[in-house]
T-cell receptor, first 115, second 119 residues
Framework: AQSVTQPDIHITVSEGASLELRCNYSYGATPYLFWYVQSPGQGLQLLLKYFSGDTLVQGIKGFEAEFKRSQSSFNLRKPSVHWSDAAEYFCAASAGGTSYGKLTFGQGTILTVHP | GAVVSQHPSWVICKSGTSVKIECRSLDFQATTMFWYRQFPKQSLMLMATSNEGSKATYEQGVEKDKFLINHASLTLSTLTVTSAHPEDSSFYIC???????????????FGAGTRLSVL
């Protein structure tokens, strides 16, 4: 079955520190991959996406993610975290065929930023 | 661009009443809309997929008679929770995509969500 796993439920970092959020996927073929961010009580905002090509993807708000086929991973990174980055982050994947466009979400990682 | 508006943001209703939630794409044509349910501290669960002008496809375990979805135009989809009960209280989120638009056809843009509280 297709699945997306975010191993870390909660991560705490200090403001200015670097950040890496992990995401692993299990799909028959390489899916389309996404990272979304959700602030409390809000919908989801797309941070970045990977369809094909360059495996290092740049997104909004200074985030980037690297696709590693050998590890079935799509980890999200930011070199220096700001207090406003505190939110919940979801990794998601979708495939073609009959499940075209349907997103499978990971469990989410809550990011807390200490001043 | 790619803004999705969801209304209302918060609704409280009595048990047994029906509630309608609207999802609108403001600046693009939403050929496909998705409805999700999110429980506290959990991820999003896909409830159904709707394509403009056709019946929605519901995920396994989702009652189609309880959660009525209409996608009558390229900019509007509605979710009606019929005869709501306290166990239907949740955060409902819609998303929209345009399958006719090249590479962006695989991107879903999300509304801000609706918090439903059934008393």
């Amino acid at each position: 079955a297709q699945s997306v796993t975010q191993p870390d439920i909660h991560i705490t970092v200090s403001e200015g520190a670097s950040l890496e959020l992990r995401c692993n996927y299990s799909y028959g073929a390489t899916p389309y991959l996404f990272w979304y961010v959700q602030s409390p009580g809000q919908g989801l905002q797309l941070l970045l996406k990977y369809f094909s090509g360059d495996t290092l993807v740049q997104g909004i708000k200074g985030f980037e993610a690297e696709f590693k086929r050998s590890q079935s991973s799509f980890n999200l990174r930011k070199p220096s975290v700001h207090w406003s980055d505190a939110a919940e982050y979801f990794c998601a994947a979708s495939a073609g065929g009959t499940s075209y466009g349907k997103l499978t979400f990971g469990q989410g990682t809550i990011l807390t930023v200490h001043p | 661009g790619a803004v999705v508006s969801q209304h209302p943001s918060w609704v409280i209703c009595k048990s047994g009443t029906s509630v309608k939630i609207e999802c609108r794409s403001l600046d693009f044509q939403a050929t496909t809309m998705f409805w999700y349910r999110q429980f506290p501290k959990q991820s999003l669960m896909l409830m159904a997929t709707s394509n403009e002008g056709s019946k929605a496809t519901y995920e396994q375990g989702v009652e189609k008679d309880k959660f009525l979805i209409n996608h009558a135009s390229l900019t509007l989809s509605t979710l009606t929770v019929t005869s709501a009960h306290p166990e239907d209280s949740s955060f409902y989120i819609c998303s929209a995509s345009n399958r006719r638009e090249g590479r962006t056809k695989n991107i879903q843009y999300f509304g801000a969500g609706t918090r439903l509280s059934v008393l």
